[in-house]
């Protein structure tokens, strides 16, 4: 079975695609399609991987699902597209980069930059029907986004894994923290975000990080 998706990536997941649960599961998102209001766009479901190829990947960043409102969703995690408002965990994200790097708030929530840099912005689960969040969870999405923070620990080295919250926590808990970093705080979000998110430094932490093994830094 053929799924559109990055070349590399491509590559790397092709057992993935034949396997019984990922059938059922490319089933049940076209009908889905076909029948609700689902979000992202359909040709943006897979755009974490399209910008952000497998040998790119330096970073990756654990989201949970996509949002559910009107053009929110742009298939990368935590980010919206330019004409749309800051959703509030984004909100947060950015002023904890402003307190840790000195980094202004940018005007925009749109994420492709970082995407473009290295960074993997993975949801759990990559679609969702319209105003209804985690309608699409327990379809084989968690399955599939597994097999991909899998294949990143596995065969890859050096990568920066970003976990807030005990959601991102537990589906990372397999990475090999002898050849990755493994940054773990709370979750972003306006209820979590004092709780540890706010002065974590995640931000300058991972450019250390990458450079200390002779990686470019992300500009945040």
């Known amino acids: 079975m053929h799924v559109k998706i990055e070349e590399s990536w491509q590559k790397v997941l092709q057992d993935e695609f034949e396997k019984p649960y990922f059938k059922e599961l490319v089933s049940f998102v076209k009908d889905e399609y076909t029948a609700q209001k689902v979000y992202p766009p359909g040709n943006q479901i897979f755009n974490a991987f399209e910008m952000c190829p497998f040998d790119k990947v330096e970073v990756v960043i654990l989201g949970q699902d996509p949002y559910h409102g009107p053009k929110q969703a742009n298939g990368l995690a935590f980010s919206v597209s330019d004409e749309v408002r800051i959703p509030p965990s984004l909100l ?129």
């Open 92 to 220: 947060n994200i950015f002023k904890e980069i402003k307190s840790d790097l000195g980094k202004d708030l940018p005007p925009t929530g749109n994420l492709e930059r970082w995407a473009k840099q290295g960074v993997l912005l993975l949801n759990a689960t990559l679609t969702v029907r319209a105003g209804n969040a985690g309608s699409h969870q327990r379809k084989g999405w968690e399955e599939f986004t597994d097999a991909v923070v899998k294949k990143v620990n596995d065969q890859k080295e050096h990568v920066v894994f970003m976990l807030w919250g005990a959601y991102a926590q537990k589906k990372g808990a397999f990475i090999d923290e002898r050849k990755h970093l493994v940054l773990k705080a709370a979750h972003p979000s306006p209820f979590a975000a004092d709780r540890g998110f706010f002065g974590s430094r995640h931000f300058s932490k991972a450019n250390a990080y990458l450079e200390q093994h002779g990686k470019k830094p992300i500009d945040w």
